[in-house]
């Protein structure tokens, strides 16, 4: 197979139009909540005329994704629990739970893997005093959407990669780089800027594997490219490959971490496990 | 050990975990049979899942996880952090840290 271009692998990966549609509902919702004057009741009340966007709301609030264990039943409950300042977040992760959806589809436990990192992050944050922890949380939620839009628009390539992954037993991302030229970091990149995302949500998932200090919003992109590792040393889910990378070393002094934060986030994630929120 | 669904629990089943509630207060703990009205009494108390003894001894799951985890760490011998990384993780899947 030869390499595909670059430029054109990113025309094909911006013109993904199944879900172009989705920063219109962001954007009426985000700007009612910018605003200032909505109140929580205002915003739920807008979020549940759209029946579609209310399912999607109530099904993320429902999916391990926030720690809840008794089920949220109404999207009012479900912004009283959760916090004005979360809304935002929620309603933006909400509208990206197709691509979620998907995920198992990419291959199994793949979901798992993000919600086991989304939770470790947001542990982290925790630990470590990090500011907006849901926004840090659906980054490291999301910093697979590359390998998701991989396999939904480069079928062929995809199933190279996997086969790759399989016989050199090497990270999925050494085989992206050798397929397409290009790994999952960056492809996610492409459709998060063509969606105009801003850079605090979209630099955690651009650098997660490879940390650059000098970028914008570095302790957040630190702090999922840990999760990340934490994750996979634990063995909670799929990330598709068996590989545990190291930690970057600017990230762990960026973050002022310690082994025994690791052991904390550990122990929260393993009780996470047993309490079966990524059966 | 297997996680099922509330409804397909059986008495005479034994959990291989304690049941929590939201708050992670334990409501029964590792080891307790089932019986029919303690099915009952999980059901009102909204639980809707629990972990079931699949009758292998706790070791065995262990040894398979950390087996699994010397593979995913093969190549990071000479990396102090990662090995680091790698004792904390046998601590807490061993039990050892709490």
Same mark, same amino acid.
């Given at each position: ?279 | ?83 680091? /990384?790698?004792?904390? /993780? ?9």
């Amino acid at each position: 197979m030869t390499m595909p271009d670059r430029a054109a692998l990113r025309a094909r990966v911006e013109a993904m139009s199944n879900i172009q549609t989705v920063p219109q509902v962001v954007a009426r919702i985000t700007a009612l909540i910018d605003g200032g004057m909505a109140s929580a009741n205002e915003i739920a009340a807008e979020v549940a005329k759209d029946q579609v966007l209310a399912a999607k709301v109530l099904k993320l609030v429902n999916s391990g994704f926030y720690g809840f264990r008794q089920p949220i039943t109404t999207v009012s409950q479900a912004m009283v629990l959760l916090g004005q300042d979360v809304i935002k977040t929620v309603v933006l992760t909400a509208s990206v739970l197709e691509i979620m959806d998907s995920m198992n589809r990419v291959f199994s436990g793949l979901w798992a893997h993000s919600l086991a990192t989304a939770r470790a992050a947001a542990g982290l944050c925790d630990r470590l005093g990090i500011e907006k922890p849901e926004e840090v949380a659906l980054a490291a939620l999301l910093h697979d959407l590359g390998k998701v839009i991989i396999a939904q628009r480069f079928p062929a390539e995809h199933e190279a990669i996997r086969k790759m992954v399989r016989e050199r037993n090497c990270l999925q991302v050494e085989a992206e780089q050798a397929v397409l030229g290009v790994g999952h970091p960056e492809v996610g990149q492409w459709l998060l800027k063509k969606w105009a995302l801003p850079d605090a949500l979209v630099h955690p998932i651009a650098y997660h594997g490879a940390f650059q200090p000098q970028r914008d919003f570095a302790d957040r992109t630190a702090v999922v490219h840990v999760a990340d590792v934490i994750a996979r040393a634990l063995g909670v889910g799929n990330p598709g490959d068996n590989r545990v990378p190291a930690i970057d070393r600017q990230a762990w002094q960026l973050l002022r971490i310690d082994l025994r934060d690791v052991e904390d986030v550990c122990l929260r994630l393993q009780a996470d496990v047993d309490d079966g929120l990524f059966a | 050990m297997p996680r099922i669904p509330l409804k397909d629990c059986k008495p005479g089943q034994v959990l291989g975990r304690p049941v929590v509630n939201g708050n992670r207060m334990v409501l029964l703990p590792e080891g307790t049979e089932l019986s029919s009205k303690l099915i009952e009494r999980l059901a009102d108390a909204g639980v809707e899942g629990v972990v079931v003894s699949d009758g292998r001894p706790a070791d065995a799951e262990v040894v398979e996880r950390l087996a699994a985890l010397d593979a995913r760490f093969l190549g990071h011998e000479d990396n102090p952090l990662m090995m680091a /990384v790698k004792a904390v /993780v046998v601590r807490v899947i061993t039990g050892e840290a709490r």
